[in-house]
């Protein structure tokens, strides 16, 4: 029995509906009206595939299908169901949706397994409306401080708490959210690429082996507003000349690193922000990765070391940590695992690492975790032209499915 493509198209199709920007890609942030229809959307889906459902403290989904045992820990497979703004209709939705579609064929086919099987559709994973990713996984391991819901604001100014509050959920129950350890025996993510090498090596499947480093970081430059008339080019505190010199200089320091490193200052806003003003203050992220967990450290000191040394004749700044995540091995008897059931499946698969961050990378923390990528079309993610074909979606749905056939042990 395989994945049914038209399931996967429908649900793909249906979640893409939910989307705060119709003309320009998909935004479908946390704890807004899109999050209530996938919400209502998943849950109809879960129901009908015979799933209890529930709703963790910080709106992270899960359908359960009991196992023979159920005090055993869990299979889990899923991913998250939110977006950048102005994204793809696949990132992350093509994990949830993969997980919906095995849960039906378990239905319709009535598998007993031994171990419970969970599906999970999670929350906040990229912070395209808060700022602050992986949000849901890290709310699963106790990695989300409290102060964290009332720090991490959207652009309106509403905080994550006053959001969770608007949707029904209570912010104080954060800590009900971390109740995983030692509970999921297999966590398993199907994920776009999101880079070409699939498409460019003609590949169905990419078997993740390690999910690279990440830091993140908010900087916050204060120098002088001033007039930008009468104020003399050598006598200025200009806040937005050393930020720009900031965003040259990480792009430098990447290259220089070598070993597939990036950094990226993705997000920067000037104050007061007017064409007569020399800028006052910058606010600014950035953001560096790499396999190679030395790298990303000496980028992030290389920052600290510029900012400290060119801070002086008015110029101050603050900076602040947003994620600091060293590599993460995924484990080899899942990657084992897929390789034999892709094998078995005649699938032409590659073993690779993943440039992007996911769910995968904090849950790992506490359970075997393997993810499966599939090709994205150009290379493409983060942007409207994102593409993947249903049909590859369907390929990894089923290499998936066999693995959890193991795993849950049928
Ligand atoms: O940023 C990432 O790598 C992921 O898409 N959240
Ligand atoms: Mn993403
Ligand atoms: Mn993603």
């Given at each position: 029995m395989s994945a049914n493509l038209d399931n996967i198209r429908n649900d793909i199709d249906k979640l893409a509906e939910f989307?705060?920007?119709?003309?320009?890609?998909?935004?479908?942030?946390?704890y807004t009206d899109e999050h209530q229809k996938v919400k209502e959307y998943i849950s109809q889906e879960m129901k009908k595939a015979g799933l209890e459902i529930y709703e963790d403290a910080v709106g992270n989904l899960f359908g359960q299908r009991s196992g023979l045992d159920n005090s055993l820990p869990v299979v889990m497979v899923g991913s998250?169901?939110?977006?950048?703004?102005?994204?793809?209709?696949?990132?992350?939705?093509?994990?949830v949706v993969a997980g919906l579609e095995i849960a039906r064929i378990l239905h319709s086919k009535n598998i007993k397994t031994k171990y419970p099987i969970f599906i999970a559709a999670l929350v906040e994973e990229e912070g395209g409306r808060f700022g602050s990713g992986l949000f849901g996984s890290r709310a699963m391991i106790g990695k989300v401080a409290q102060d964290d819901l009332s720090r991490y604001k959207d652009e309106n100014g509403v905080s994550i708490a006053e959001a969770m509050q608007k949707f029904g959920l209570k912010p104080e129950n954060l800590?009900?959210?971390?109740?995983?350890?030692?509970?999921?025996?297999?966590?398993?993510?199907?994920?776009?690429?999101?880079?070409?090498?699939?498409e460019n090596e003609k590949?169905?499947?990419?078997?993740?082996?390690?999910?690279?480093?990440?830091?993140?970081?908010?900087?916050?430059?204060?120098?002088r507003p001033d007039h930008a008339g009468t104020t003399p080019i050598d006598m200025r505190a200009n806040a937005l000349l050393l930020a720009s010199a900031i965003v040259q200089y990480v792009d430098k320091l990447a290259i220089e690193a070598g070993e597939g490193t990036v950094a990226t200052v993705g997000k920067l806003e000037v104050f007061p922000g007017a064409v007569n003003i020399v800028p006052g203050k910058v606010y600014f992220t950035f953001e560096t990765r790499s396999r190679n967990e030395h790298k990303v450290e000496h980028i992030v000191n290389s920052v600290e070391g510029f900012l400290k040394e060119k801070c002086k004749n008015g110029l101050t700044y603050n900076?602040?940590?947003?994620?600091?995540?060293?590599?993460?091995?995924?484990?080899?008897?899942?990657?084992?695992?897929?390789?034999?059931?892709?094998?078995?499946?005649?699938?032409?698969?590659?073993?690779?690492?993943?440039?992007?961050?996911?769910?995968?990378?904090?849950?790992?923390?506490?359970?075997?975790?393997?993810?499966?990528?599939?090709?994205?079309?150009?290379?493409?993610?983060?942007?409207?032209?994102?593409?993947?074909?249903?049909?590859?979606?369907?390929?990894?749905?089923?290499?998936?499915?066999?693995?959890?056939?193991?795993?849950?042990?049928?």
């Open positions: 989307n705060a920007t119709p003309a320009n890609g998909l935004t479908r942030f946390s998250h169901f939110d977006s950048v703004k102005n994204g793809g209709i696949f990132d992350g939705t093509a994990g800590e009900k959210a971390n109740n995983w350890k030692d509970k999921i025996k297999s966590f398993i993510e199907l994920h776009i690429e999101q880079g070409p090498i699939l590949k169905d499947i990419g078997i993740v082996e390690t999910i690279v480093g990440i830091a993140a970081y908010e900087v916050e430059i204060t120098g900076i602040k940590k947003i994620l600091l995540k060293k590599p993460t091995p995924l484990s080899p008897k899942i990657i084992s695992t897929m390789e034999e059931n892709a094998k078995r499946l005649n699938l032409n698969y590659k073993n690779m690492i993943s440039g992007a961050g996911h769910d995968a990378m904090f849950i790992r923390e506490i359970a075997d975790t393997g993810m499966v990528f599939v090709p994205s079309k150009n290379g493409r993610s983060h942007c409207p032209e994102e593409w993947t074909d249903y049909e590859k979606i369907k390929i990894g749905t089923d290499l998936i499915y066999q693995t959890v056939l193991g795993l849950a042990e049928i």
